[in-house]
């Protein structure tokens, strides 16, 4: 059975670029996936035109959490950049439930929607649907990554080990265009 998400997922970079990075990441999780989000936001800087990184919002089970609740909202509304930086700030942590309102709020966001898909959970679907998605490409943890479908199991602690995968990428990506795919 194949999964796909019934919504387009948050991007940072070009579209078509040759190096896609997915990110799997619980916002909810404390730091580790504000930390991961910073030093890709920084990569995406470098090299704005060749790595295009998807957000794939995921926990640790099927279900959803406030977190991922009010970050797809953000992305509905077409904030989730602004929501995440307003979201992990300076402490690079995740914030309490009840702040995910006022968080919005400030990242532009309407609070009276975020305050509603927390409620209702509407976004669950896209959250399920990654579940499978990391599932099926075999992402054990969070948060997690594929660089051109390539999995990468261990959780990045520097600019520097991330521009060492991004060139990996973008190697393969040029060796497999010149051999015209």
Avoid: W
């Avoid at 950049?81 to 300076?90: I, K, P, S």
């Avoid at 709020?105 to 679907?125: F, I, N, S, Y």
């Avoid at 602690?157 to 393969?172: F, H, M, Q, S």
Wanted: charged share 30%.
């Amino acid at each position: 059975v194949v999964h796909s998400p019934p919504d387009q997922v948050p991007q940072l970079g070009a579209r078509n670029a040759p190096v896609t990075i997915e990110f799997f990441c619980d916002l909810g999780d404390g730091s580790s996936s504000g930390m991961v989000h910073a030093l890709l936001v920084k990569l995406v800087e470098r090299h704005p035109r060749r790595l295009r990184v998807l957000y794939r919002l995921v926990t640790s089970g099927e279900q959803s959490n406030a977190h991922l609740e009010a970050g797809l909202e953000a992305f509905t509304e077409g904030r989730f950049r602004e929501f995440l930086d307003a979201m992990y700030g300076e402490s690079m942590r995740s914030p309490r439930v009840a702040d995910l309102p006022e968080v919005a709020a400030k990242a532009g966001v309407d609070r009276a929607r975020v305050e509603q898909a927390l409620e209702d959970g509407r976004h669950a679907a896209a959250v399920v649907a990654n579940h499978f998605y990391r599932k099926r490409r075999r992402v054990r943890r969070t948060p997690g990554l594929l660089v051109n479908g390539v999995l990468y199991d261990r959780r990045p602690r520097n600019l520097d080990e991330l521009e060492a995968l991004y060139d990996e990428g973008y190697g393969r990506a040029m060796a497999l265009r010149d051999q015209g795919v």
